[in-house]
């Protein structure tokens, strides 16, 4: 069998989802050196295969339904999104509703207020794993269900 070339590897897995540069580059770097891969995943962008800004808003818009802000943005951090690339992700999402998701996470896993401070800790440590920041983690915990509604 002949040896599947940089090219085609790479195209294979942009086939299957986006990716993002670094990921790409990272699941090549076994296959080519840096300078081979490089020539590779800049003609990706040429030809818009490859689009980081593209990556990071579809995975916003997958993720973002279940997880907080902080995760988001570390979770694409992970995967080599600059910062500004992730910003504008988060900002095209309308992630200023992370109240509304925190409870809706909530709603889906717990749906009734903690009865005490194991509970009350219990759930606050799942909606932080989820990557919701403190202030918003209260104010799902504290409010009772019928001011949610």
Known sequence: MAEISLRERAVRHLARRDHSRAELARKLAPYGTAEEIDD?????????LLSDRRFAEAWVRGKAARFGTARLRHDLAQRGVARDTVDAALAAEGGDDELGRA?????????????DAREWAKQARFLQSRGFGGDVIRKVLNETPDESA
């Open 40 to 48: 590779v995943l800049n003609r990706m962008h040429e030809l818009e």
């Open 103 to 115: 409870r809706q996470v909530w709603t889906g896993k717990f749906g009734i207020a903690p009865a």
